[in-house]
């Protein structure tokens, strides 16, 4: 593509690096933010918008915006006494989107993963007992998606809050195996959250 201009070609490489765009995928949305130039315009706002405003909660790990603390950590309404753990801050918006859960939630920013180094001190994991200590949980609901990795880190939560009075689920019911959560149909995930498996 010596055709092309480099500039072109620097935002064409930096499409290709999204989730699920390939090559043609990039190439055509190049082109057409280029012939469309009201929208180039409003995402380049936007892009920086969100990166000057969007930062992770001091509580929970997931995204908020201008502020140390999430709307769902600062929203009082939500005291169902259940603390979801989820890998991602974007599978928060997953399970809220399927139904109005009332949840508070806690990211760990990842699973156990020694072939890549990803040990427990890595991740948002030791902080989950401070939290239910302080807030007063009931149950943890752990919403991982269903994989070798994730079912290793689910054991090691659960075997570090085993000394605590708290009910621990897994919403893996329904789940296929390997399937990204943020992937599941609404339904089958729907289904999942209401017949959660009892951990302890």
Request: charged fraction near 30%; hydrophobic fraction near 40%; aromatic fraction near 8%.
């Amino acid at each position: 593509m010596s055709w092309v201009p480099s500039s072109l070609k620097k935002l064409i490489e930096q499409f290709k690096k999204l989730p699920g765009i390939g090559d043609r995928s990039a190439f055509r949305i190049a082109y057409y933010l280029l012939k469309d130039r009201d929208t180039l315009k409003g995402l380049l706002t936007t892009l920086k918008e969100v990166d000057e405003r969007i930062k992770l909660c001091r509580v929970c790990h997931g995204f908020s915006e201008d502020s140390e603390i999430c709307s769902i950590c600062a929203d009082e309404r939500r005291n169902s006494g259940i603390l979801c753990v989820v890998e991602r801050p974007e599978d928060i918006y997953i399970l809220e989107s399927v139904q109005d859960l009332g949840w508070k939630y806690h990211v760990t920013g990842g699973v156990l993963s020694p072939v890549k180094g990803i040990t427990a001190d890595k991740l948002n994991i030791f902080d989950i007992r401070e939290r239910i200590k302080s807030e007063g949980f009931r149950e943890l609901v752990i919403a991982f998606s269903p994989d070798v990795e994730s079912d290793a880190t689910t054991s090691y939560i659960v075997n570090l809050l085993n000394d605590m009075d708290i009910t621990i689920s897994k919403i893996a019911i329904g789940l296929p195996r390997g399937i990204d959560i943020t992937l599941m149909d609404p339904f089958t995930l729907k289904e999942s959250i209401i017949g959660r498996r009892k951990l302890k």
